[in-house]
């Protein structure tokens, strides 16, 4: 039996981040999420549609998702266990790709786990969910 660690310690390392990224929350994503809004009340999402597509038991597929689940990002989760039509429609919509998850804010192709984690580090992740 083969044993990934490496998801592992990405997952202890993800929470790190996490924890990290959590201190450093701007005010206006704050004052979002600490005061109401009347255009959410208003059935108007501010969000762009995100599509996350995944696979089985993928720790990086969980790890991306957690991170928008914290920013309050609601998504589409497309998963492509056994389905090779969507696997083949992805890899052609991806540019080449065929790992998971890939990840798609609006229209910007955002990638995988790793893009999505760079985009919160480097605090770009917050300005293109609010577009």
Known sequence: MLINLS?????????????????SISFA???????P????????NPMPKIKVYT????CYCH???????RKGAA???IDLTGRHDLREELRIKS?????VPQIWIGDTHVG?????????RAGKLDLLLAN
């Open 55 to 58: 696979a089985g038991h993928c």
């Open 75 to 77: 998504f589409e989760e």
């Open 7 to 23: 998801c592992g310690v990405n997952a202890i390392i993800f929470a790190s981040k996490l924890a990290q990224a959590a201190e």
């Open 37 to 44: 809004n009347r255009a959410l009340e208003n059935g108007f």
């Open 63 to 69: 790890m991306a998702k957690e991170l928008l689940k």
């Open 112 to 120: 995988g786990c790793d893009d999505l984690m760079g985009l919160e």
């Open 29 to 35: 994503t704050r004052t979002i999420l600490e005061q």
């Open 95 to 99: 540019g080449g790709r065929n790992t």
